[in-house]
C-alpha cells in the first residue's frame, strides 16, 4: 500500500514518509475554486498556488507583477475546493526579500486570510534568515533553488541553471542551508538532472522537480501548460496531458453555430 493511498491528509510529514519509502511525490499549480477540486480528488498530493498565476491567470510576461492580496484572493479560492491535499503558496515578488520581519509578516498575512498549510520562496542565503524567522513562527517553508523566476532580470534568460561548477556548488550549498533552516521540501527548477540527484540523494528533505529530471522525490507542472491551455509554451521538460486548447476551441465554435442557427436552446432547455 502506497503512503499516498493510505493517508486521509496529506502533511509535510506524509511528504517525508514518502521519500523514506521512495514514493514519488506529485504536485502541480492551481489558482481558483473548480480546478483545485477537480485536482484534489483526482488524488494530487501537492496543490502550489504559484505566482505563476502572474503569467497564466493575469497575462503578465514575467511573475514579478502579482501582489500579495491577488495570492491571497487565489490561495483562498484554493482552499475551499479541497479536502485532502497538502496546499503551498508562492510569497510574490517584493513581498519577502528586504527583511525577515516583513517575510514573516506576508506568511502570516497568507497563513491567516487563506487557511493554506504552507508557503514557498525563491532563493538560498539570501534569504535564509527570512526562511528561520517563518520557521520559528510554526509556518513550513518550501524552498525553491535553480531557475528562479522572480529574479529572471538578473538572469536574462529561462535557460537550464547550474550548468557550470560555481553556480552548481552554490546551489548544492544552498539546497544544504534550506534544511538546515527547516524547509520541508524544495522545488528544483531547470538544473541537470545528475545535480538534482545529488542534491536528493543528499537531503532527508524530498526535493520536487520541473525541468530537474527524473532522480527528484517529486515532480511539479503548472497545471495550464500540461492540460495544454497554454501551447505556445513548449520546453522540453513537459508533457502535455491534453490539448484543452483545441478541445475548449472546438466546444466555443459548436456554441456559436448552434445558438446562430437557433438549434440551442430547444424545447427541452426552456422552462
Ligand atoms: O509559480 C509556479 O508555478 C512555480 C512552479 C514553476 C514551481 O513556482
Do not use: W
Not at 99 to 119: Q, Y
Not at 248 to 257: C, L, M, S
Not at 263 to 271: A, V
Amino acid at each position: 500500500m502506497s503512503v499516498n493511498k493510505e493517508i486521509k491528509k496529506v502533511t509535510t510529514n506524509t511528504l517525508l514518509k514518502m521519500k523514506a519509502a521512495g514514493e514519488k511525490i506529485s504536485m502541480l499549480t492551481a489558482y481558483d475554486f473548480s480546478f483545485a477540486r477537480i485536482i484534489d480528488a483526482a488524488g494530487i498530493d501537492i496543490i502550489l498556488v504559484g505566482d505563476s498565476a502572474s503569467n497564466v491567470m493575469a497575462g503578465h510576461e514575467t511573475t514579478l507583477p502579482i501582489t500579495l492580496d491577488q495570492m491571497i484572493y487565489h490561495a483562498s479560492s484554493v482552499i475551499r475546493g479541497i479536502d485532502r491535499c497538502l496546499v503551498v503558496v508562492d510569497l510574490p515578488f517584493g513581498s519577502y526579500q528586504s527583511n525577515p520581519d516583513i517575510a514573516l509578516a506576508s506568511a502570516v498575512r497568507i497563513m491567516k486570510e487563506t487557511g493554506a498549510h504552507s508557503i514557498k520562496l525563491e532563493g538560498g542565503e539570501e534569504v535564509i534568515d527570512s526562511i528561520k524567522r517563518i520557521v520559528a513562527a510554526g509556518i513550513p517553508v518550501m524552498g525553491h533553488l535553480g531557475l528562479t523566476p522572480q529574479s529572471i532580470y538578473k538572469f536574462g534568460t529561462y535557460t537550464v541553471r547550474a550548468k557550470e561548477e560555481e553556480e552548481a556548488n552554490k546551489l548544492r550549498r544552498d539546497a544544504k542551508l534550506l534544511e538546515e533552516a527547516g524547509c520541508f521540501a524544495i522545488v528544483l527548477e531547470k538544473i541537470p538532472a545528475q545535480l538534482a540527484k545529488e542534491v536528493s540523494e543528499n537531503l532527508h528533505i524530498p526535493t520536487i522537480g520541473i525541468g530537474a529530471g527524473m532522480y527528484c522525490d517529486g515532480q511539479v507542472l503548472v497545471m495550464h501548460d500540461m492540460l495544454g491551455i497554454n501551447t505556445e509554451f513548449k520546453p522540453r521538460f513537459l508533457r502535455q496531458y491534453l490539448n484543452l486548447h483545441d478541445q475548449v476551441t472546438n466546444a466555443v465554435q459548436q456554441y456559436i453555430k448552434d445558438v446562430k442557427k437557433k438549434d440551442f436552446p430547444n424545447e427541452q432547455e426552456q422552462y
